[in-house]
């Protein structure tokens, strides 16, 4: 069954109605799924592991470790299975022993977090405030991981702090999801944390086919209109700041800046 003509801009008309519509429902699936599993998280095996690691960092390590795993294993694995979406990872290995880097991904879907989480077991995160207000996600936000909206220095030293441990700080300089046209324009946080830091910057880049229906402001009843979602996930070459060290932070961030959404716009790995 072929659908008549797309109502939205730049996208192929529905090839196959009785695929699109089950596509559909397994998305919604996942996302049921998703709610379900952090709440299970956040009642029952987090308070339990909470009584069997102190201190707090010891705590931080293993539940990042255990949200890693539950993603890869079972959230992300599941997806796959039911067909809602593809993966494409070139360098798995190398995801998992990254250690103490500062890892910059483009943003072009809602399930671009969950699905890096599921690659990098010592990932932390720096997260948007307000989900501090989600019922399900704030007590995990503010256990496990650093909110955006602090002062750039209150931000930086926990940042710091945290690379010092050995985690991986995950940011999407972006902010927000990518528009549908493909602008990319990236705010200069992670730049300026690597200069504060001294740590390397590796960009990822998160490509593959439409992600119409968890892009911003996308339909929940939307999808890709004629194949699964295709995730294809590349690690890009690792990016030094001492090379910016003598100049003053404003034009070594904006250049760093730069570097980053170089990677991005030309990824060496497709």
């Known amino acids: ?44 095996v987090f308070p339990v592991m909470s009584l069997l690691f102190h201190p707090r960092t010891r ?31 070139d360098n798995r290995e190398g995801f998992r022993h990254l250690s103490s880097k500062i ?17 990098i077991p010592n990932a932390d995160i720096i997260v948007r405030g307000n989900l501090t207000r989600n019922i399900i996600l704030r007590w995990v936000v503010n256990r496990l991981y650093i909110l955006s909206d602090l002062d750039i220095y209150v931000l930086a030293d926990n940042c710091i702090r945290s690379l010092n441990e050995g985690n991986c700080l995950v940011i999407f300089p972006q902010g927000t999801r990518t528009p549908r046209t493909g602008e990319i324009r990236l705010k200069k946080g ?55 060290a003598g100049l003053e932070m404003p034009k070594a961030a904006k250049r760093l800046n730069n570097e980053i959404r170089q990677a991005f716009i030309s990824p060496k790995r497709d």
């Open 190 to 244: 992670a730049a300026r944390i690597s200069l504060f830091s001294g740590r390397s910057i590796v960009p990822v880049c998160i490509g593959g086919n439409d992600k119409l229906g968890l892009g911003k402001h996308d339909h929940w009843y939307d999808y890709n209109h004629t194949e699964c979602y295709l995730y294809r996930i590349r690690m890009q070459d690792e990016i030094d700041p001492a090379k910016y």
């Open 1 to 44: 069954m072929t659908g008549e003509s797309s109502t939205i801009p730049n996208t192929p008309p529905i090839a196959n109605w009785p695929l699109y519509i089950y596509r559909v429902i397994v998305k919604l699936l996942s996302f049921f799924m998703f709610g379900l599993g952090t709440m299970v998280l956040v009642i029952v």
């Open 103 to 119: 890892v910059v991904v483009n943003h072009p879907s809602l399930l671009d977090m969950v699905l890096i989480l599921s690659l």
């Open 59 to 89: 705590f931080n390590k293993y539940a990042r470790r255990f949200i890693s795993a539950s993603f890869r294993i079972f959230f992300v694995n599941m997806m796959c299975l039911i067909g809602a979406i593809k993966m494409d990872v």
